[in-house]
């Protein structure tokens, strides 16, 4: 079974065994608007935990995305560098960013779950 | 100081804008459905866009209006026909720009509209300049829209009859539900559209007319990927006081009789600039691949030499990729010269290019 956890920087991240998945939050594409531009991490490197793994732009300016918990990063989604009008799209399932090996499971629990991040979103958006 | 609503605020809240902070005024950034659609609607059907914030500066005057003017204003406003339009600057002793406008001459004198910005300043140096000699009303009891796109002419045809017959840069009065409207046939876009003067108690009423037969309001972030895909300036950003016109490629407005007389307000520098040449000058930056490179960014040459910096960047969606513009050293101005932008640590390859990025005809000749 897995997991879906949510960060304050506004990522969410799907474990599956040692493996997660991380992408931004259908909130963030939102309040973000247009997405035009996306960098990803490389295959490979190490990320620490709430670093900057990657940038997305809008229209209207550029923004940091940060890595939810640390791990080496094993994969990257080439199809949202290639039309980054994806993540806007599908922001929570197919437009995910990176998957990292994760170093430590206990990092996990830093994390909000879905209710406590959507309560989260709505107070820091109002 | 509280931030002013214009009189299309309701309007904006019931199309679901998100207002921004500009100039004073709380201002539509984008409606529902975003820039990149925003801007496309724009390009290939009509967008209405609130400019209210602008000035809509009257000055009423004749032959010796012309003449204290033509002291301020690098234009042959003597010879400008009644009705027609001109884009100009007012400028400082050093040919610095205090703000870029459109002058149009009204059968009562002039009509100068402003950036928000800089109205109440350019009022005030205005106002020195003449001396009190003219009326001069900075009007807060007009509203101005523009319709721009495709579509615009046919649209405002509709409901205002007759403006399909104006053409490029030129204006006149018509009447909408009894109410004097000034209508030019002009923009920021790139696009054919017209720009209307209107009581704000009816642009309301107008604007909604104009959402029915098929236009749709377009916020602030798609007019700026509009006029820059179009090449053109916004002050505070690709044009200020340490800029001149010459500096800024904008020689084209400075009237070449002015210049031979060289009696307005900064035209020394002005000549000595177009005789000596510039240390810099603006151009159109393309960066390769999809990087966006934003104002300030730095430019460097092939040998890693700061050249520049980038006064306008974002992503053109028409053009489907990075658009931006920036001013370097004149040696490294010439077309598909290559340079480097420093984005987040980085530095990026572009090119320098020809402008506009995105490049429609004007309606010029329908009489």
């Known amino acids: ?126 | 100081m509280e931030t002013k609503k214009t009189s299309l605020y309701q309007l904006h809240q019931d199309c679901n804008a998100k207002f921004v902070e500009f100039a004073g005024y709380q201002m539509p950034i984008q409606y529902s459905e975003g820039i990149v659609e925003e801007h496309k609607f724009t390009r290939n059907h009509s967008g209405i866009f609130d400019v209210s914030h602008m000035g809509q500066l009257f000055i009423y005057g004749g032959e010796d209006l012309i003449k204290d003017l033509e002291k301020i204003f690098p234009l042959d406003l003597k010879n400008l026909k009644l009705n027609h339009s001109k884009y100009s600057f007012l400028m400082d002793k050093d040919a610095g720009i205090h703000d870029d406008l459109i002058i149009t001459k009204t059968n009562e004198g002039f009509l100068i509209i402003l950036n928000a910005a800089c109205k109440d300043n350019d009022l005030k140096i205005l106002k020195e300049l003449l001396k009190e000699k003219y009326k001069m009303v900075l009007d807060e009891n007009r509203s101005l829209i523009a319709i721009q796109g495709p579509k615009s002419s046919e649209i405002l045809d509709d409901v205002v009859n007759g403006v399909k017959d104006l053409n490029f840069m030129s204006g006149n009065w018509f009447s909408f539900e009894n109410q004097k409207v000034y209508i030019t046939r002009s923009g920021y876009t790139g696009e054919d559209g017209f720009e209307i003067s209107i009581a704000n108690d009816f642009v309301d009423k107008l604007t909604r007319e104009l959402i029915k037969k098929g236009s749709k309001l377009i916020g602030l972030g798609a007019r700026d990927t509009l006029r820059l895909e179009a090449g053109l300036c916004l002050y505070g950003h690709d044009l200020d006081k340490d800029k001149t016109p010459v500096e800024a490629n904008l020689k084209w407005a400075i009237s070449k009789e002015r210049i031979s007389k060289g009696d307005f307000i900064g035209s020394d520098i002005i000549i000595k600039q177009l005789n000596n040449g510039v240390s810099k000058i603006r151009v159109g930056i393309k960066p390769e691949g999809r990087i966006i490179a934003r104002e300030k960014t730095k430019i460097f040459n092939q040998s890693d030499v700061h050249i520049g910096e980038i006064t306008s960047g974002t992503f053109g969606p028409s053009v489907n990729g990075p658009v931006a513009m920036g001013y370097v050293e004149n040696q490294f101005s010439k077309k598909n010269t290559k340079v480097f932008l420093e984005v987040r640590g980085k530095k990026h390859p572009a090119s320098v290019c020809s402008l506009p990025f995105y490049k429609k005809s004007y309606v010029k000749g329908v009489n």
């Open chain 1, 1 to 126: 079974m897995s997991t879906v956890k949510y960060s304050k920087e506004h990522e969410w991240i799907k474990v599956d065994g040692d493996i997660a998945t991380i992408g931004i939050t259908k909130h963030a594409t939102e309040m973000l608007g247009d997405i035009v531009f996306a960098e990803l991490p490389e295959k490979g490197s190490n990320v620490e935990k709430d670093g900057t793994a990657g940038v997305v732009e809008s229209t209207k300016a550029a923004s940091d995305v940060y890595t939810p918990v640390s791990g080496e990063v094993v994969d990257t989604n080439q199809a949202i560098v290639d039309d980054p009008s994806k993540i806007n799209q599908d922001p929570e399932d197919s437009a995910w960013f990176f998957k990292l090996k994760i170093k430590d499971p206990s990092e996990m629990d830093t994390l909000m779950n879905k209710d406590d991040y959507d309560k989260f979103a709505k107070e820091t958006s109002a």
